[in-house]
T-cell receptor, first 117, second 109 residues
Framework: NAGVMQNPRHLVRRRGQEARLRCSPMKGHSHVYWYRQLPEEGLKFMVYLQKENIIDESGMPKERFSAEFPKEGPSILRIQQVVRGDSAAYFC???????????????FGPGTRLTVT | KNEVEQSPQNLTAQEGEFITINCSYSVGISALHWLQQHPGGGIVSLFMLSSGKKKHGRLIATINIQEKHSSLHITASHPRDSAVYICAVRSWGAQKLVFGQGTRLTINP
């Protein structure tokens, strides 16, 4: 059972370009979370998605950032018109079906390191 | 004040020493996670706790819900334990994790 997969592992973009980060959850997992780790800072929640639904996007910057998790294929985090401040490690995690009463492990991918030049 | 506070921020010890990392949080939670992040950045989940104590090998995690406090202990520490250890909590009614700033542990041979 392959773990959470993210690609690319490293991404270099010039200011103003678009960045697309992909996350394939573990088999059987239908919940995906995106987290960002800025240089020398802790991890911060960005967005929580289920298949075809955004459940919680309270951590997403208001502009330029969007996320989707289509019925088929990986979850995509999209950053338009990147700026130097977007340089960070972006981690995806997945978990199986959850309920209010139960907490499940979140399994993390290896991350995508975005560098904006 | 952050919702999740870890101490110490940095810890250096000699091989074989008993290590304790602390985590305090300010909200009601349904679960607390301890994570390990190695240089190079990959994140591994060590424990998920909602009460009591869990043990895996040389690692022990405890949580006191009333005091809103958790500890991660490493017995017989080894240089390969050198990593950043991160505490994260899941609040009631939410699915997202809120993270502490991490504790950078260095074990010298």
């Amino acid at each position: 059972n392959a773990g959470v997969m993210q690609n690319p592992r490293h991404l270099v973009r010039r200011r103003g370009q678009e960045a697309r980060l992909r996350c394939s959850p573990m088999k059987g997992h239908s919940h995906v979370y995106w987290y960002r780790q800025l240089p020398e800072e802790g991890l911060k929640f960005m967005v929580y998605l289920q298949k075809e639904n955004i459940i919680d996007e309270s951590g997403m910057p208001k502009e330029r950032f969007s996320a989707e998790f289509p019925k088929e294929g990986p979850s995509i985090l999209r950053i338009q018109q990147v700026v130097r401040g977007d340089s960070a490690a972006y981690f995806c995690a997945s978990s199986p079906v959850i309920t209010e009463e139960l907490s499940y492990e979140q399994y993390f991918g290896p991350g995508t390191r975005l560098t904006v030049t | 004040k952050n919702e999740v506070e870890q101490s110490p921020q940095n810890l250096t010890a000699q091989e074989g020493e008993f290590i304790t990392i602390n985590c305090s949080y300010s909200v009601g939670i349904s679960a607390l996670h301890w994570l390990q992040q190695h240089p190079g950045g990959g994140i591994v989940s060590l424990f998920m706790l909602s009460s009591g104590k869990k043990k895996h090998g040389r690692l022990i995690a405890t949580i006191n819900i009333q005091e809103k406090h958790s500890s991660l202990h490493i017995t017989a520490s080894h240089p390969r334990d050198s990593a950043v250890y991160i505490c994260a909590v899941r609040s009631w009614g939410a699915q997202k994790l809120v993270f502490g700033q991490g504790t950078r542990l260095t074990i010298n041979p």
